[in-house]
DNA sequence: CGGTTCCGTTAGTGTTAGCTTACCGTTCGT
DNA sequence: ACGAACGGTAAGCTAACACTAACGGAACCG
């Protein structure tokens, strides 16, 4: 289990455990619900259920015959800490970059190599 | 451009992708900079450069021969308020919880709302 | 007990995506 | 004008990964 906000980015990477993660956040699942609210089978479900448990995102409890899975707050805390942090040094860099005289952002003029930003 | 949290979670996906985002966070650089940081080639570089361009979290700005870029706040931003909104839905989530299984706290006989399948 | 539901796991497959090599245009120095 | 630095792009290969199908196990119910 990792629970450091740098991994938890790489497992929230795939749209189904974005998915997923979201409907996680709204309230605990079991397996079936989540394939019944989701386009992919339930073995899919499965497997990214187990990825996003041992990155540390959720935990599962069991319940009868079926695992109720929910959101672990400290995954979601980490993420918020690792985000954060990237902000405070974009904040000061920002900062910097001001009393280096540069007073608006320029959209590279010169980038008539690249001017045809229109690709998935 | 995206400019939502969304999809930029896809692009930060990618463990070279989040070393360039840090990286950037901490003061601009050009693409030369980035390669002599990175274990990765150059043209590597440049083409996760112009993922993360088209996705809106970086900008770019020529400066003679060379490309600086920089990340753009609206990104991060975005960012930010993508997981804010998951987090608080997780929140209201861990508090029904709670007074799920904490009798006499704060007790809501209105939570049939939600369909939570409850048998034992 | 047999049947059913729910779930995890494995094997197998097809597609995606990142990396490198090679090439070409642009800008600066001499 | 020539050559070097800087960087974007194309083609190709390889590895990772998301998905389905199929099997097996565990808990409820009759």
Known sequence: METNGEGALGLLGD???RAIFE???RHPCSVQELTDLLPISRPAVSQHLKVLKDGGLVVSRAEGTRRIYQ???DGVTAL???LDGVWQDALTGFQKQAEASTPGL???PNDHLNDEPEER
Do not use: F, K, Q
């Open 15 to 17: 749209p189904s455990r």
């Open 23 to 25: 409907l996680l956040a």
């Open 71 to 73: 959101l672990r707050p």
């Open 80 to 82: 918020r800490t690792w």
């Open 106 to 108: 320029e959209p590279d």
